[in-house]
């Protein structure tokens, strides 16, 4: 088997970015999107300052996340180790974008001009490609100059016109392309020679870009890099808020757990001898508007249908798979007024709740996401969020409020401990600073501060005689709207990707080998 792979030897590297510039005239990227870029590390207080230089792009990686995400099945892994994109399946979703941990992938949205609207310059005109708009994008290896090379013979990394335009042309000879399966070939070599990192190792996706930054017989004890809460001038490799899930993304989270909480709430309540006719209808009404807006966000709407196309990997086929018994069950069970079918179309929506909490989780790239406490935390938001709506339908109405005041008060009791161990996870795994400052705020989280109100309310509400009905529908209130907040934070202002972070700071003349850092970040 063979796996193209690249080597960047950090004690080589000076930093001029010219395999940027040949990467963008390779491949005529946009204004702004960079797939091959060098990001500058400066280390160390004065006088001990150390100055690097990290070439990083898409690490074609072994485990790929952003290949198990895709619905679509656009990204795809050749034999030979390289992640491709199909442009004519994807359908824009940025889902890859946020689950890439290195910002390798990119959505570019309108055709622009370097030197802005109406100025575009004449190989701007003639190299614009529009299938790449509103769609995912990134690098790939030069996979064109690959396989037009070896056909005619030539070998990647030697020959040079069957190699990556970043690598062909390192001033430096910092950049070097080859087979890591060929034992003699010449990244197989320099790893061999040389002490090695890949970027966040401990995230097991097995990159295909190695970092040289000494060599063997010189290696120090290797240790974790140094997380730095704050670092001082290192804004462009910290760990940025992700642009690519808005507003209309969180809202398919926000009314799609709440739609299928109530429709879950109003099943069993049916049993109850309520009239839950027109709390399931708008149980459905609230998915299909969540839905509706990741429609509006996606890139290529009107190629929605390929979103069925992966079912074998990504949560996000299945959710919309499981959409459509859910629809189905829930309509003839309002239709017919089937207890039964009320309950099928309960476990449907169970399911679609769940694949919100696995959408999530299957994020690598997103810190606060990725947490495998996430899953039990959005399901539980989901759940009391769908029980306090179907509260406030019925408050006014004769009913058994008791029991739905005891349920309440469980499911908020229960949603405070789902998320009690969501954050311990967090800070124990550590994540971005900025994570924590924002989920830790009091009104963007779900502490017992600020469930507090709402639990107590419900409890008080047992005792109220003729205010029951006021003060469960002010507890029920305040459990949906801080639900709801908190899942609107959690997408768009909490969700702040991985950063970069180099594992050693290398020797660099007659310099010592240091230990690397992970700027940006901190256990909690």
């Not at 910092?174 to 070599?189: K, W």
Request: glycine share 8%.
């Amino acid at each position: 088997m063979t796996r193209w792979a690249i080597t960047a030897d950090l004690n080589r590297c000076v930093g001029c970015q010219t395999c940027t510039a040949a990467c963008k005239h390779a491949n005529a990227t946009a204004p702004g999107i960079q797939w091959r870029k060098v990001i500058d590390i400066e280390t160390g207080t004065f006088p001990d300052v150390r100055r690097s230089f990290m070439p990083v792009g898409c690490m074609h990686c072994d485990d790929a996340p952003c290949l198990s995400v895709c619905p679509t099945q656009a990204t795809q892994k050749r034999d030979d180790g390289i992640v491709t994109i199909d442009y004519d399946l994807c359908i824009g979703c940025a889902y890859c974008v946020v689950a890439c941990p290195y910002q390798a992938r990119s959505k570019v949205s309108t055709q622009s001009a370097a030197y802005g609207k109406g100025r575009r310059m004449r190989h701007e005109k003639l190299r614009e490609d529009p299938a790449r708009l509103n769609v995912a994008q990134k690098c790939n290896f030069c996979v064109d100059r690959i396989d037009t090379g070896l056909a005619a013979g030539l070998t990647p990394g030697v020959d040079a016109d069957a190699t990556p335009a970043c690598v062909n042309s390192c001033i430096a000879g910092a950049l070097t392309f080859g087979d890591i399966e060929e034992a003699n070939s010449n990244v197989s070599q320099l790893l061999k020679e040389n002490s090695h990192f890949v970027m966040h190792q401990d995230l097991n996706t097995g990159p295909g870009i190695f970092y040289l930054w000494d060599k063997v017989n010189h290696q120090p004890d290797i240790t974790e890099p140094e997380m730095i809460a704050e670092p001082i001038a290192a804004a462009a490799i910290s760990p940025q808020l992700q642009q690519s899930w808005d507003w209309r993304a969180s809202a398919n989270f926000i009314f799609g757990g709440a739609g299928t909480g109530l429709f879950i709430a109003s099943a069993f309540a049916a049993f109850g001898g309520l009239n839950v006719m027109l709390p399931m209808l708008l149980a459905l009404i609230l998915v299909g508007l969540g839905l509706f807006c990741v429609w509006l966000e996606i890139g290529r709407p009107w190629r929605f249908l390929n979103v069925y196309r992966n079912a074998q990997t990504s949560w996000m086929t299945r959710e919309a798979m499981i959409m459509m018994p859910f629809a189905a069950t829930g309509l003839l069970a309002l239709g017919l007024k089937s207890l039964v079918l009320g309950l099928v179309g309960a476990v449907f929506a169970f399911g679609f709740l769940y694949c919100q909490g696995q959408i999530l989780k299957a994020s690598k790239g997103i810190p606060a996401w990725r947490q495998p406490e996430i899953v039990p935390l959005i399901l539980l938001t989901g759940l009391t969020e769908g029980l306090s709506l179907l509260i406030l339908f019925i408050a006014a109405t004769p009913a058994n409020l008791q029991g739905m005041a005891l349920a309440l008060t469980l499911l908020i009791c229960l949603r405070l401990l789902a998320w009690r161990r969501y954050r311990k996870a967090l800070g124990a795994e550590a994540a971005p600073t900025a994570t924590f400052k924002t989920l830790d705020r009091l009104e963007f989280n779900l502490s017992a501060p600020h469930q507090a109100a709402p639990a107590l309310l419900a409890i008080i509400a047992l005792f109220a005689g003729p205010l029951m009905p006021f003060l469960l529908g002010f507890a029920a209130f305040l459990a949906l709207t801080s639900g709801w907040l908190f899942k609107y934070t959690l997408i768009t202002k909490a969700a702040f990707n991985q950063g970069y972070a180099i594992n050693h700071i290398p020797r660099r003349g007659a310099g010592e080998p240091a230990r690397g850092i992970k700027p940006g970040w901190m256990t909690s």
